[in-house]
């Protein structure tokens, strides 16, 4: 039953919320698992809304960000850690703090203890290589992808779920749905990247044949018309809800709390939605038109805590 928590979470309800957020003077930084193409456009709307405050962001992969505020446990650098599955914040609920922002109540979900905010729900689609691969030989399914044919025209790659947020979610959801010898399976032949940018980068150049992506990304760059094909499975598609959270001990925490609201505000989605096609997780802002709609996949979600699952996905690669 788990693995249709999203697809529930997702599904009817709508809510209406006004736009939110007070300037505040002085400093802010933000560690983030986003990409310049996803953060940018947010970024420049709150300076908009906030010009008063000064951004530092800070980037890196999700797990060496969950890494380093857990160093600076007691002394901490960051005041808000954007990005990651809400799974990632749960087991790390401890370096957070609660802070119960007017906007959650507008989110298809929202974390009873307000440590996490909704952002924007996530699926991960297959990325293929059409320089490696042909029209005829796309692969339709997750099972697909043991296919021999694949490795022989440049190989799966699969982001490190020590390290990648994206990687985590692809491995918990898959092995909740079609076991760890099925995880096993593909990491025989599989490329492990150190990240997930490296991996959807990889399959763009034509290193790879195949992974998945973050299907905005996926929808950017068929839209450029680059080298790829993007597939969502029929037996599983992988989703998360990406969320942020308020660091404990954040040493600018009125700035901290701006940023959270802005983050939640209908207007802050809506370019979530138009300049960076990914879904809001607002429930009164309809998709992107450019994605395909949710209710007709079989949403596949993280089921197993990241330490189970990296150290499961080390094990089966052994073997």
Known sequence: ???????????????SASLLGIANAGELVVYTAHGETTSAPIL????????D???????????EIVERIRAEAGNASADVMWGGPTQTFEENAALFQAYQS???????????????????????????STK???????????????????AKAGGLIIPDPAKSGTGYTILSALAGDFGWDF??????????????????????????????INEDL???????????AIVYPTDAVTGQIDAQAIVKGAQHLTEAKSFIDFLGTKAAHEIV???????SARKDTPPPAALPDIASLNIVSAMDPRAVVVARFQEVRSK
Not at 3 to 12: E, M, P, S, V
Not at 102 to 128: C, E, R, Y
């Open 132 to 150: 490696r691969i042909d029209a005829a030989s796309m692969p339709k399914t997750q099972k697909d992808l043991l296919s021999p044919d694949f």
């Open 44 to 51: 420049e709307a709150f300076a908009k809304a906030h010009p």
């Open 53 to 63: 405050v000064k951004v530092t962001i800070v980037r890196g992969g999700t797990g």
């Open 102 to 128: 007017p906007s959650d109540a507008d989110m298809v979900t929202v974390d009873p203890n307000h440590v996490w905010h909704p952002f924007t729900v996530l699926l991960q689609p297959l990325i293929v």
């Open 183 to 212: 995880i096993g399976k593909l990491a025989k032949s599989a490329r492990i990247a150190p990240g997930s940018d490296d991996a959807f980068n990889a399959v763009r150049d034509g290193e790879a044949a195949v992974g998945w």
């Open 1 to 15: 039953m788990l693995k249709w928590t999203l697809r529930r979470i997702l599904a009817g309800a709508l809510a």
């Open 273 to 279: 939605r138009d300049a960076t096609v990914r879904r």
């Open 218 to 228: 996926g929808a950017k760059w068929k839209a450029q018309g680059l080298p790829i």
